[in-house]
Protein backbone atom coordinates (compact mmCIF):
# COMPACT_ATOMS: atom_id res chain seq x y z
CA UNK A 1 0.00 0.00 0.00
CA UNK A 2 1.45 3.48 -0.90
CA UNK A 3 1.86 6.25 1.62
CA UNK A 4 2.50 10.01 1.16
CA UNK A 5 6.00 10.79 0.45
CA UNK A 6 6.51 7.17 -1.59
CA UNK A 7 7.86 7.67 -4.71
CA UNK A 8 5.19 7.36 -6.94
CA UNK A 9 4.61 4.16 -9.17
CA UNK A 10 6.56 4.43 -12.43
CA UNK A 11 4.60 4.38 -15.78
CA UNK A 12 3.80 4.51 -19.48
CA UNK A 13 0.17 4.67 -20.35
CA UNK A 14 -1.80 5.33 -23.81
CA UNK A 15 -3.40 8.92 -23.82
CA UNK A 16 -7.03 9.76 -24.93
CA UNK A 17 -7.82 11.93 -26.59
CA UNK A 18 -4.44 12.77 -28.59
CA UNK A 19 -3.12 9.13 -28.98
CA UNK A 20 0.51 8.32 -27.83
CA UNK A 21 1.49 7.88 -24.20
CA UNK A 22 2.19 9.20 -21.12
CA UNK A 23 5.33 8.49 -19.20
CA UNK A 24 5.63 9.57 -15.35
CA UNK A 25 9.09 9.88 -15.66
CA UNK A 26 8.62 12.55 -18.63
CA UNK A 27 6.45 15.05 -16.44
CA UNK A 28 9.40 15.49 -13.91
CA UNK A 29 9.39 19.10 -12.55
CA UNK A 30 5.36 19.43 -12.17
CA UNK A 31 3.05 18.55 -10.03
CA UNK A 32 0.63 15.94 -11.23
CA UNK A 33 -2.99 14.64 -10.31
CA UNK A 34 -3.92 11.01 -10.65
CA UNK A 35 -7.57 9.71 -10.54
CA UNK A 36 -8.27 6.71 -10.66
CA UNK A 37 -12.15 5.91 -11.51
CA UNK A 38 -14.22 2.69 -12.35
CA UNK A 39 -15.59 3.48 -15.56
CA UNK A 40 -16.58 5.51 -18.33
CA UNK A 41 -20.39 6.96 -18.90
CA UNK A 42 -21.18 6.17 -15.41
CA UNK A 43 -22.96 8.45 -13.13
CA UNK A 44 -19.87 9.52 -10.73
CA UNK A 45 -17.19 8.78 -12.97
CA UNK A 46 -18.97 11.37 -15.14
CA UNK A 47 -19.31 13.62 -12.33
CA UNK A 48 -16.00 13.52 -11.39
CA UNK A 49 -14.72 13.75 -14.37
CA UNK A 50 -16.83 16.94 -15.88
CA UNK A 51 -15.60 18.29 -12.19
CA UNK A 52 -11.64 18.22 -13.10
CA UNK A 53 -12.49 19.09 -16.86
CA UNK A 54 -13.98 22.31 -15.17
CA UNK A 55 -11.14 23.03 -12.53
CA UNK A 56 -8.21 22.12 -15.13
CA UNK A 57 -7.23 25.81 -16.12
CA UNK A 58 -7.31 26.73 -12.11
CA UNK A 59 -5.21 23.24 -11.75
CA UNK A 60 -2.77 24.32 -14.59
CA UNK A 61 -2.48 27.88 -12.86
CA UNK A 62 -1.65 25.95 -9.56
CA UNK A 63 1.43 23.99 -11.81
CA UNK A 64 0.06 20.76 -11.69
CA UNK A 65 -1.33 18.63 -14.51
CA UNK A 66 -4.28 16.25 -14.33
CA UNK A 67 -4.60 12.79 -15.61
CA UNK A 68 -7.68 10.01 -15.38
CA UNK A 69 -7.27 6.55 -15.44
CA UNK A 70 -9.38 3.87 -16.01
CA UNK A 71 -9.26 0.14 -17.13
CA UNK A 72 -11.25 1.65 -20.41
CA UNK A 73 -10.50 1.25 -23.83
CA UNK A 74 -9.08 4.78 -25.66
CA UNK A 75 -12.17 3.92 -27.58
CA UNK A 76 -14.20 4.34 -24.89
CA UNK A 77 -12.29 7.10 -23.61
CA UNK A 78 -12.83 8.81 -26.56
CA UNK A 79 -16.66 8.64 -26.99
CA UNK A 80 -16.70 9.38 -23.45
CA UNK A 81 -14.66 12.75 -24.21
CA UNK A 82 -16.57 13.68 -27.14
CA UNK A 83 -20.49 12.81 -25.30
CA UNK A 84 -19.42 14.85 -22.40
CA UNK A 85 -16.55 17.80 -23.48
CA UNK A 86 -14.02 16.60 -21.48
CA UNK A 87 -11.17 18.64 -21.55
CA UNK A 88 -9.01 16.60 -18.95
CA UNK A 89 -6.59 13.73 -20.96
CA UNK A 90 -7.76 10.07 -20.16
CA UNK A 91 -4.75 7.37 -19.71
CA UNK A 92 -6.06 3.44 -20.48
CA UNK A 93 -4.84 0.85 -17.89
CA UNK A 94 -6.33 -1.86 -20.08
CA UNK A 95 -4.02 -4.70 -18.30
CA UNK A 96 -4.68 -3.05 -14.64
CA UNK A 97 -1.06 -2.68 -14.52
CA UNK A 98 -0.73 0.62 -13.34
CA UNK A 99 -4.26 0.56 -10.88
CA UNK A 100 -2.56 -2.32 -9.32
CA UNK A 101 0.85 -0.41 -8.66
CA UNK A 102 -1.22 2.32 -6.77
CA UNK A 103 -3.42 -0.02 -5.00
CA UNK A 104 -6.63 0.75 -6.53
CA UNK A 105 -7.51 -2.19 -7.93
CA UNK A 106 -9.59 -3.59 -5.31
CA UNK A 107 -12.47 -6.46 -4.11
CA UNK A 108 -15.63 -4.90 -3.91
CA UNK A 109 -19.57 -5.81 -2.82
CA UNK A 110 -22.38 -4.36 -4.92
CA UNK A 111 -25.88 -5.66 -4.41
CA UNK A 112 -24.40 -8.64 -1.78
CA UNK A 113 -22.36 -9.63 -5.09
CA UNK A 114 -18.44 -9.10 -4.60
CA UNK A 115 -16.41 -8.25 -7.82
CA UNK A 116 -13.12 -6.73 -8.64
CA UNK A 117 -12.87 -3.01 -10.05
CA UNK A 118 -11.48 0.00 -9.05
CA UNK A 119 -11.80 2.08 -5.97
CA UNK A 120 -12.16 5.80 -6.75
CA UNK A 121 -8.97 7.29 -5.79
CA UNK A 122 -6.99 10.28 -6.62
CA UNK A 123 -2.97 10.77 -6.26
CA UNK A 124 -1.01 14.25 -5.70
CA UNK A 125 2.71 13.49 -7.14
CA UNK A 126 4.57 16.57 -6.29
CA UNK A 127 7.60 17.67 -8.73
CA UNK A 128 9.94 15.42 -7.48
CA UNK A 129 8.07 12.26 -8.63
CA UNK A 130 6.46 11.46 -4.43
CA UNK A 131 3.24 11.21 -3.29
CA UNK A 132 2.20 14.54 -1.48
CA UNK A 133 -1.27 13.34 -0.94
CA UNK A 134 -3.49 10.72 -1.33
CA UNK A 135 -7.44 10.52 -0.99
CA UNK A 136 -9.16 6.67 -1.27
CA UNK A 137 -12.73 5.44 -1.38
CA UNK A 138 -13.27 8.79 -2.62
CA UNK A 139 -17.34 10.60 -2.89
CA UNK A 140 -17.42 12.90 -5.76
CA UNK A 141 -19.10 15.79 -4.19
CA UNK A 142 -16.67 18.03 -3.17
CA UNK A 143 -13.65 16.18 -4.30
CA UNK A 144 -12.34 18.28 -6.82
CA UNK A 145 -11.23 21.44 -5.06
CA UNK A 146 -10.32 19.35 -2.37
CA UNK A 147 -7.46 18.02 -4.32
CA UNK A 148 -7.78 21.39 -6.05
CA UNK A 149 -6.42 22.96 -2.60
CA UNK A 150 -3.82 20.21 -1.99
CA UNK A 151 -2.50 21.06 -5.30
CA UNK A 152 -2.45 24.99 -4.41
CA UNK A 153 -0.87 24.42 -1.64
CA UNK A 154 2.27 22.43 -2.55
Avoid at 84 to 97: F, Y
Avoid at 120 to 140: P, T
Wanted: net charge negative; proline share 5%; aromatic share 10%.
Amino acid sequence: MLNTSDPAPDFTLPLAPDGGEVSLTDLRGKAIVLFFYPRDNTPGCTKESIGFSNQLQAFAEAGAQVFGISKDSLKKHDNFIAKHGLTTPLLSDAEGTTCEDYGTWKEKTLYGKTHWGIERSSFLIDAEGRIAQIWRKVKVDGHVDEVLAAAQAL
